[in-house]
C-alpha cells in the first residue's frame, strides 16, 4: 500500500537549510576571523619587539647583522614616496573622472571605454607595474630612486583612485548640476566649485585608500625605488620602503634581526589600519556642503 | 581633459608594448618551445626554459582557488540573503580591511604561522615531509587575500538580482536555502564566474606574499607539499642580477609580459561578463 509520507521529505529539506546555515556562518566566522588572526599575530609578535630606537633612528653600520639603530629611513621613504605617488595619481585620475562624469555624456561609449580599461588597469599585478616602472626608468637614463619609485607606484594608484573616485561623483544628483548650469555657471566651474565640493568627503576616502595601496605596496617598488639606509634629500636618490625593510630584515638568518622585521610589520599595520580607520571616519565627516 | 581620459586605455597599451619589446630579444633567439616548455633555468648558460615557473604559478593559483571559491561563495550568500544589517555592516569594512592589508604582512603572517601549520601538521597528517614552505602555503596564504574581491563583486551580483524573483519562489513554498540555490544562484551564475574569474587573475599576480612562503625552488611541483617557484616570484627574485647577465632582462621582461597576458586576458573576460549582467539587470 503506497502512502504519501510528506514529513521526512520536510524534515530532509529542513536539514539541508540547517546545513548550509551552518557552513554560511562557519565561513563567515572564518573570514572574520582571518582577519583578527592576522592582525592579532603580527601585533603579538611585533609589539614586544619595538623600541623607540626603531622609529627614531636611521639603520647604524651593521643594523642587518643585529647592531643598534632603526628603521626611520625606512618609515620616512615610504611615506615620501606613498605621498609623490598619491599626488601623482590625483593629477591623472581628477581630469579623468571629472571628464567622463562632466563632460562626456551620460553613459557613452567613451565614458565605458573609460571605464572598463580602468577596471583592466586596476587589475594589473603590482610587479607588472614594477617592470613597466623599471622600463621607463631605463628609457630615460634614470638610476634607482625615489622618483622612479614615485611613477611606479603612482601608476598603481591610478586606476584604484580613479574608480574610488568615480563612484563618488557618479552618484552626484543631476539636478545639482542643472542647477549649476541654469545659473550661467560653465562646466569647468560646475566641476571645480559644485562637484568637488559636493564630493570631498568622498574623494578624500578614495585618496586615502591609494595612499593605503602605495604606503603597502613591495613588488613595484622593488626594481624602482632602490633602498638605501639614509633618508633621501632630493628625488634622484634611492629611498627604502617599510614592505621592504621588512622582507630584508625577515631574510636575514638573525633572530634578533627578524624580531625587528616584526615590529616593523607592525608598524606598517598600524598605519594601514589608521588609514583605514580615517578613510571611514572622513566619510562621515566634512559632510557640511553636501546637498542631499 | 579629453586627452587625458583616453590615458587608462592608453596606459595599458604601452605597458604590454613595452614589457614585449623589452623581451624581444630572447623571443628572437629562443625558440618559442624551448622558452615556455623546457624545465632547464640556468641563466649564465643561457637556458631559459620558464616551464617550472608556469606549473608553479598554475598550482599556488589552483590551491588558492580550491579553498577561497567555497568560503567566500558562502559569505557572500550569507551576507546578502541572511544576514541582519547589523552583521552586514559590521563584516563590510572588515573584508575592506583583509583588501587593504599589504601583501607583504600576509607574507610574514604565513611565515610565522602557516609555514609551521603546513610543516609540522599538515605534511605528517598526509604522511607527507615538508619544511612547510610549499605550494601548500603559498595556496592558503593566497585565498585569504583572494578572498574580499571574489566576496564583493558576488555581493554586486547577488545584489543585482530583482527581489520579486526570490519571493516568487519562497511563496511556492520553497526553503531560504532552496531560493538561493534555485534562483539566486542560477540567475548569479555568470556574475560568480566573472568574481571567481577575477579572484583567480589577482592570485596569478601576487608577488611578495607568496615569494616569501613558497619555497623557490626552480622545479615544477609533484605535490602540494612541494616546494614552487611562480613566475612573479621569479621576476622579483632576480632583478637584481638581471641586468649583469645577457639576455636575462630579456627572460624577465618576457615573463612579466606573459603575467600580464593572462591577466589581461581573464580581466577582460570577467569584465565583459560583469557588463553584461549589470545590462540585464538595468
Not at chain 1, 159 to 165: D, E, G
Not at chain 2, 96 to 106: T, W
Not at chain 2, 202 to 229: C, H, Q, W
Request: glycine share 8%.
Amino acid at each position: 500500500m503506497s502512502r504519501l509520507r510528506p514529513v521526512p521529505v520536510l524534515r530532509r529539506r529542513k536539514l539541508k537549510e540547517r546545513i548550509f546555515r551552518a557552513l554560511m556562518a562557519a565561513s563567515v566566522l572564518l573570514v572574520v576571523g582571518c582577519l583578527a588572526l592576522i592582525v592579532g599575530t603580527i601585533i603579538w609578535k611585533g609589539l614586544p619587539a619595538m623600541n623607540l630606537a626603531m622609529v627614531t633612528q636611521t639603520p647604524k653600520g651593521g643594523y642587518y647583522l643585529g647592531r643598534e639603530g632603526g628603521i626611520l629611513n625606512a618609515i620616512i621613504g615610504s611615506l615620501y614616496l606613498a605621498s609623490g605617488a598619491t599626488l601623482l595619481a590625483i593629477l591623472f585620475s581628477l581630469p579623468v573622472v571629472l571628464y567622463i562624469n562632466i563632460y562626456a555624456k551620460r553613459n557613452s561609449r567613451l565614458a565605458s571605454m573609460t571605464r572598463f580599461s580602468l577596471d583592466v588597469l586596476w587589475g594589473i599585478p603590482s610587479i607588472v607595474y614594477g617592470a613597466f616602472g623599471f622600463i621607463i626608468m631605463i628609457f630615460f637614463g634614470l638610476k634607482s630612486s625615489l622618483l622612479a619609485g614615485i611613477v611606479a607606484v603612482g601608476l598603481l594608484e591610478f586606476p584604484i583612485m580613479s574608480r574610488a573616485a568615480d563612484e563618488v561623483i557618479r552618484m552626484v544628483p543631476r539636478e545639482l548640476l542643472e542647477a549649476s548650469y541654469s545659473l550661467g555657471a560653465t562646466r569647468l566651474e560646475t566641476a571645480l566649485k559644485v562637484v568637488l565640493r559636493q564630493c570631498l568627503p568622498g574623494l578624500l576616502t578614495a585618496v586615502l585608500i591609494a595612499f593605503g595601496r602605495g604606503i603597502g605596496d613591495a613588488a613595484s617598488v622593488l626594481f624602482t625605488a632602490g633602498f638605501t639606509d639614509r633618508i633621501p634629500t632630493s628625488l634622484l636618490q634611492p629611498a627604502a620602503t617599510l614592505p621592504l625593510a621588512i622582507f630584508f630584515q625577515l631574510g636575514t638568518p638573525f633572530p634578533e634581526v627578524q624580531q625587528r622585521a616584526y615590529a616593523s610589520a607592525a608598524i606598517l599595520t598600524l598605519i594601514i589600519l589608521v588609514i583605514s580607520l580615517l578613510a571611514r571616519g572622513l566619510g562621515r565627516r566634512y559632510t557640511r556642503h553636501i546637498i542631499k | 581633459m579629453l586627452a587625458l581620459s583616453s590615458v587608462p586605455a592608453l596606459l595599458v597599451g604601452l605597458i604590454l608594448i613595452g614589457l614585449l619589446v623589452r623581451a624581444r630579444p630572447i623571443l628572437a633567439e629562443k625558440p618559442f618551445f624551448s622558452l615556455f616548455f623546457s624545465s632547464v633555468w640556468s641563466p649564465l648558460k643561457g637556458n631559459f626554459g620558464l616551464f617550472p615557473f608556469i606549473m608553479g604559478t598554475l598550482w599556488v593559483t589552483l590551491v588558492s582557488l580550491v579553498l577561497a571559491v567555497p568560503v567566500s561563495l558562502l559569505t557572500a550568500i550569507y551576507l546578502s540573503e541572511y544576514a541582519p544589517r547589523g552583521v552586514r555592516e559590521f563584516t563590510k569594512p572588515i573584508i575592506d580591511l583583509l583588501a587593504g592589508l599589504p601583501s607583504v604582512i600576509y607574507g610574514v603572517w604565513g611565515v610565522l604561522l602557516i609555514v609551521p601549520l603546513v610543516g609540522q601538521v599538515i605534511a605528517p597528517l598526509f604522511g607527507a615531509t615538508s619544511s612547510g614552505y610549499s605550494v601548500l602555503a603559498g595556496g592558503i596564504v593566497l585565498a585569504i587575500m583572494i578572498l574580499p574581491t571574489i566576496i564583493s563583486v558576488s555581493l554586486e551580483v547577488f545584489s543585482s538580482i530583482p527581489y520579486p524573483m526570490r519571493e516568487a519562489s519562497l511563496s511556492l513554498g520553497a526553503t531560504k536555502w532552496e531560493t538561493v540555490h534555485h534562483v539566486v544562484l542560477k540567475k548569479g551564475l555568470q556574475g560568480i564566474i566573472a568574481a571567481v574569474v577575477l579572484g583567480l587573475s589577482r592570485a596569478f599576480g601576487e608577488t611578495m606574499a607568496v615569494l616569501m612562503v613558497v619555497g623557490n625552488i626552480p622545479r615544477p611541483p609533484k605535490s602540494v607539499f612541494d616546494g614552487g617557484y611562480p613566475l612573479p616570484a621569479l621576476i622579483a627574485n632576480n632583478y637584481g642580477e638581471m641586468m649583469s647577465v645577457p639576455l636575462y632582462d630579456a627572460a624577465l621582461m618576457l615573463a612579466a609580459a606573459v603575467l600580464l597576458l593572462v591577466v589581461l586576458f581573464f580581466n577582460v573576460l570577467a569584465r565583459l561578463i560583469l557588463i553584461r549582467v549589470e545590462r540585464r539587470s538595468a
